[in-house]
């Protein structure tokens, strides 16, 4: 069953503190993506990752960081969290073909809250 | 300007209607995911299309790259469809569209 995971689902952190959500995913899919959504609103990309330690900034990185050391797990890393940073947190993953970028594969999402 | 402009924005229905939502592109669109986010958060994905029209049960959806628009049909809508359906252009990373809220009413 092909499928992108994301732990933890929920997450309280104080300002100021480092935040760490992780991404699974088992289609051995090259491309792999963190969003954030805010309350009615669409997806905004932060990160993209193209495989292991090939990673580009999306459309809002500042603040965030991500790691991927495997091909099935990227990390996304909030150094001193920020209250402005609460918002719910989406994965996703693709295969690359043929230069474009297929049908993408969300997670279930992360709702962090910064205090 | 948006470069994926959905409408409507928010639609009521009563429960075995039927209804199309559309999603048109000021960009030059090849392929089209259309998602539903339900009440509980997640991102469902509906279709992944290139030109031309699929069908799932009582969902179809149709793209038409020359013209720049898809649309979503809603066959015999059922509670369950309620949400929040996203279209986006992807392709090289996806371009989402505002959504369309859906309320579909017993």
């Known amino acids: 069953d092909m499928k992108v995971t994301q732990m933890p689902r929920y997450l309280i952190k104080r300002m100021g503190e480092n935040v760490l959500l992780e991404c699974g995913q088992d289609?051995?899919?090259?491309?792999m993506y963190w969003y954030r959504q805010d309350p009615g609103l669409g997806l905004q990309l932060i990160y993209i990752s193209y495989d292991v330690d090939s990673n580009s900034e999306g459309d809002i990185p500042k603040g965030y960081r991500v790691s991927r050391k495997k091909r099935e797990h990227f990390s996304l890393i909030l150094d001193s969290a920020k209250t402005n940073q609460t918002s719910v947190y989406f994965c996703?993953?693709?295969?690359?073909?043929?230069?474009?970028?297929?049908?993408?594969?969300f997670g279930p999402g992360t709702r962090l809250t910064v205090l | 300007g948006d470069k994926v402009k959905q409408s409507p924005s928010a639609l009521s229905l009563q429960e075995g209607t039927n209804s199309a939502l559309r999603c048109n592109f000021s960009?030059?669109?090849?392929?089209v995911q259309w998602f539903l986010q339900n009440p509980r958060g997640s991102l469902i994905n509906l279709f992944y299309?290139?030109?031309?029209?699929k069908e799932n049960g009582r969902l179809k959806s149709t793209f038409n790259s020359k013209e720049s628009y898809s649309t979503l049909h809603i066959r015999d809508a059922q509670l369950e469809d309620s949400g929040t359906y996203f279209c986006a252009d992807s392709n090289y990373q996806l371009i989402w569209g505002s959504g369309t809220k859906l309320i579909i009413k017993p």
């Open positions: 996703a993953s693709s295969l690359l073909t043929g230069g474009n970028y297929a049908e993408q594969f």
């Open positions: 299309l290139v030109p031309g029209t």
């Open positions: 289609m051995s899919h090259e491309t």
């Open positions: 960009i030059a669109a090849t392929t």
